[in-house]
């Protein structure tokens, strides 16, 4: 019985210093900085250009937006899925990229977060406003109720977007380290040498 009681104390211990949440306030003030400039940043590009351009023009960067944060987050979940093992085999070899490769995988949550919540939503958030512009050109053109075509428009941002996204997620999973070694190669072409 007396076992049996320490046991089980002991397993109580064990799992609430498992369900310890490490909270890392300086990576959190650095993302919460970072996501507002590149919201700041597109936002900006957005209206700016929007603002300017004809309906097709606008069309198309609408679609750059939803294809750009559909790929980025394909990147955090594959980085996310990846096996760090061969990456490690192929940077001994020297490989191009790939100890840039383990380093992104060793820091996966961050790099997930970047590419699937900084850069995902924040494409989600600027094609959706770049949309609401559109909507009002086509209404004040068109003399079309603009409540009505900001419903279809945003609908359709959204519809594209989160389908395109749950289209890529078992492909980013099944191709896991395949996306990781060429996002790397990617990035390591921006990435000083003596850093990777």
Known sequence: MKVNKTLKKGIKKELK???????????????????????????????????NVNFLIGLVIIIFFIILGIIFDMVGVAVAAADETPFHSMSSRKVKGAKLAVKLKKNAD?????????????????????????????????????????????SIISGLTVGGKA??????????????????????????????
């Open 17 to 51: 210093k498992s369900n310890r949440i490490k909270i890392d306030l300086k990576w959190f003030f650095e993302i919460l900085i970072l996501s507002f400039l590149i919201s700041l940043i597109f936002s900006a590009m957005s209206e700016v250009v929007l603002d």
């Open 110 to 154: 961050k790099v997930s977060t970047i590419c699937n919540d900084v850069i995902g939503d924040i494409c989600g958030i600027v094609s959706g406003s770049g949309g609401a512009v559109i909507a009002i050109g086509i209404a004040s053109k068109f003399d079309i109720n603009i409540i009505l075509i900001s419903l279809i428009i945003t």
């Open 167 to 196: 289209l890529v997620k078992s492909y980013a999973i099944n191709n896991s380290n395949e996306i990781l070694y060429n996002f790397a190669k990617i990035i390591n072409i921006f990435v000083k040498k003596n850093n990777v």
